[in-house]
């Protein structure tokens, strides 16, 4: 079976080197790997919990989806769609949001931040606090659940909405799945690759912090800029540097194979001056992501193209979205009314009352039994007596999803003058009613 790999991007903004070596690229190289399942999305239903821009909201989508294409990904391999054009992701979040303790949600860090924030400054708890915000992780688990991901990649500090997304799956299998399990339990993939790559000043490279390398906004020249605000010692050209630890350098090493990297920290330690070093860096960098600009320019040219592309990601990502909704629906109750005139699927109905029914009793000699009644009273199978109600509990549940096959090894025997075929079919009978 092959492994399904998801993961999402809220489009609140642009990208930056830090997306590309932690996120895209990584992602896009395990998406060509065998056996791999690849979604991958524009989280814009998340991005509208952190801005009411709508030009921005507008422009940030579009940006992420043509730098994925630009950067190679391979529409026709993975399933690439923006969460808004899913309308079950909405509806799968209210099934699992009613399956969501809300004090598992008050233990979020993103909510708790805020709270906190807000005592600090001397505000109410809550305020400025939206039920976006708070439900947040519901969202992001039916993203994940919807698809049934096995592995997550994300960054650090999305580990924990993986956790709740596991939680909540597991409730929910528990609470509706009657044995068949509807959710794999997702697993966050945290690559160190996600963490390590420093902004100009060398704390990690994050829009937080004004410190980022912009991927492809702003052109050759805005790459190049960057670069020049590096923050490196005074040393002088010609003078010895240590090149482990600076940002410079580990920003090269994510674009450098390990030749490179060793010639480079030989140049800087033989004196290279810091402008040089950064025109290196700047001419390694290009060379990986200057033809992705090109096609970025063209793909951001005409955004009819995209939004087909993303039409067709839709329709993929529908397909497997659509039945499996279905059938949560039919598992919390939310069916079709069938005439009651109709083949009954439930209990309650008149045909099933002609259904041989199991009865499971203690006896006197403090056992526990079973047994399989035909709906003239007969006694079709008798078994024998258990220790536990649990073990009687099991034997039933097992005849009654698998019919005759369980019989083989049950501790039964068939009533006076009752014959294999009509236990069979009793049996039968059972498991199609079931359905
Ligand atoms: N919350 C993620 C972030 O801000 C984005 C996201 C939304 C996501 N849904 C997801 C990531 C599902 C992985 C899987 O980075």
Not at 14 to 29: E, F, K, Q, S
Not at 261 to 273: H, V
């Amino acid at each position: 079976m092959s492994t399904r790999v998801l993961t999402g991007i809220t489009t609140t903004g642009t990208l930056h080197l830090g997306n590309y070596v932690g996120a895209i690229r990584p992602a896009i190289a395990a998406s060509r790997e065998a056996g791999v399942e690849s979604f991958f999305f524009m989280a814009d239903y998340h991005a509208l919990i952190k801005c009411d821009e709508p030009d921005r909201i507008e422009r940030s989508r579009l940006q992420i989806a043509a730098t994925w294409l630009a950067c190679g990904l391979d529409t026709r391999r993975v399933v690439f769609y923006r969460q808004s054009d899913i309308p079950e992701i909405p509806e799968l979040t209210w099934l699992l949001t009613c399956v969501t303790s809300k004090g598992q949600m008050n233990r979020a860090h993103a909510y708790k931040a805020s709270v906190d924030a807000n005592l600090a400054a001397g505000e109410d708890p809550d305020a400025g606090i939206t039920m976006g915000l708070y439900s947040y992780p519901i969202l992001m688990a039916a993203d994940i659940l919807m698809f049934n991901a096995h592995r997550v990649p994300v960054g650090k500090d999305q580990v924990q909405h993986i956790e709740m997304a596991r939680d909540v799956a597991q409730r929910f299998n528990h609470l509706f799945g009657k044995g068949e399990d509807f959710f794999v339990l997702p697993e966050a993939q945290v690559d160190a690759e996600m963490e390590l790559l420093p902004g100009l000043d060398g704390r990690k490279m994050s829009k937080s912090y004004d410190n980022v390398v912009p991927l492809f906004e702003g052109g050759a020249k805005a790459l190049r800029e960057a670069i020049a605000r590096i923050v490196t010692d005074s040393r002088l050209p010609g003078e010895p540097k240590e090149p482990e630890g600076t940002a410079l350098v580990a920003l090269y090493d994510a674009f450098a194979i390990a030749d490179e990297r060793a010639a480079f920290r030989a140049e800087l330690r033989a004196g290279l001056g810091w402008g040089d070093a950064k025109q290196r860096l700047f001419d390694r960098i290009d060379a990986e992501i200057g033809p992705m600009r090109a096609r970025y320019d063209e793909l951001m040219a005409r955004p009819e193209r995209i939004e087909d592309t993303l039409q067709e990601g839709a329709a993929k990502a529908r397909a497997l979205a659509g039945p499996l909704l279905q059938r949560l629906r039919e598992a919390v109750g939310l069916r079709r009314f069938q005439p009651l005139a109709a083949p009954a699927r439930d209990a309650a109905m008149p045909k099933a009352a002609a259904l041989p029914v199991f009865k499971q009793y203690r006896e006197a000699d403090g056992r526990f039994y079973f047994k399989l009644s035909a709906h003239d009273g007969r006694t079709l199978l008798q078994s024998e007596g258990f220790a536990g109600g649990r073990e009687a509990g099991e034997w039933v549940k097992r005849l009654k999803t698998e019919g005759a096959a369980a019989l083989a090894g049950a501790p039964v025997q068939r009533g006076d003058g009752v014959g294999e075929d009509e236990v069979a079919q009793a049996l039968a009978a059972l498991v199609a009613a079931a359905g």
